[in-house]
């Protein structure tokens, strides 16, 4: 089935440095979201984007956190400066319409902030 | 306030049958989705539900009551390979809201024994 590319797959980085973790979504969706899930908990939505622009964000979309996809390339989450709380493992997702029913996830970027 | 709850574990004896229960309190329900994911993958899209009843889909079937806030999935004929977390996901908001704003449940780890 269509497959949803996440890079990198693990990344450890210090606190205060930025990250920026990539997404390489299913090549005819128009809709892209990310996903946070913390060791042992459920996924919460960050933030969807569509269009070139941010359509909604949760209270865990800090103001340290961007995204964007440069001319059709990868669909990026930013994280500047990372704090140790941002340790987690992003979830990316797409989807072709705003009104369908499936998400198409990738396996997610291990980030660990030290 | 919003929250999806689910069992943490599941075990069941291959070739018998698994029900995955989920319970939400939310405001502005607008369908419930179940995803299977496995250990370090994708979570992948299983089933969607938006009317009362049972909707059956060959191996998985689901089963909503708005009423009670409560859904299940059931697996029938379970084989070993069918041992995963199962997520409930809950679509909050009006048609207008985008389809990616899920509320996650923690998840069913489902084992599956011989």
């Known amino acids: 089935g269509p497959k949803v590319l996440q890079i990198p797959s693990h990344q450890i980085i210090d606190m205060g440095q930025m990250v920026t973790l990539n997404c390489d979504p299913v090549s005819n969706h128009l809709y892209f979201y990310w996903y946070k899930q913390i060791l042992g908990q459920q996924m919460e939505f960050l933030v969807n984007f569509y269009n070139g622009k941010v359509m909604e964000k949760s209270k865990l979309f800090k103001d340290q956190f961007s995204v964007e996809r440069p001319d059709g390339s990868y669909f990026t989450l930013k994280i500047q400066p990372t704090a140790l709380e941002d340790s987690a493992v992003y979830f990316c997702a797409s989807s072709l319409q705003n009104s369908g029913n499936t998400l198409y996830f990738g396996e997610g970027s291990r980030l660990i902030v030290v | 306030g919003q929250g999806v709850e689910q069992p943490a574990k599941l075990m069941s004896v291959e070739g018998t049958f698994a029900r995955v229960n989920c319970t939400y309190s939310?405001?502005?329900?607008?369908?419930l989705s179940w995803y299977q994911q496995r250990e370090g993958q994708a979570p992948v899209f299983l089933s969607y539900?938006?009317?009362?009843g049972l909707k059956d889909s060959g191996h998985f079937s689901t089963f909503l009551s708005r009423s009670n806030g409560y859904s299940y999935l059931l697996l029938t004929e379970l084989q070993i390979k069918d041992s995963a977390s199962y997520l409930c996901?809950?679509?909050?908001?009006?048609?207008?809201?985008?389809?990616?704003?899920?509320?996650f449940g923690a998840g069913t780890q489902l084992i599956v024994i011989p």
């Open positions: 996901a809950v679509r909050i908001g009006d048609r207008g809201s985008a389809l990616g704003r899920l509320h």
């Open positions: 939310t405001s502005g329900f607008n369908g």
């Open positions: 539900v938006v009317l009362d």
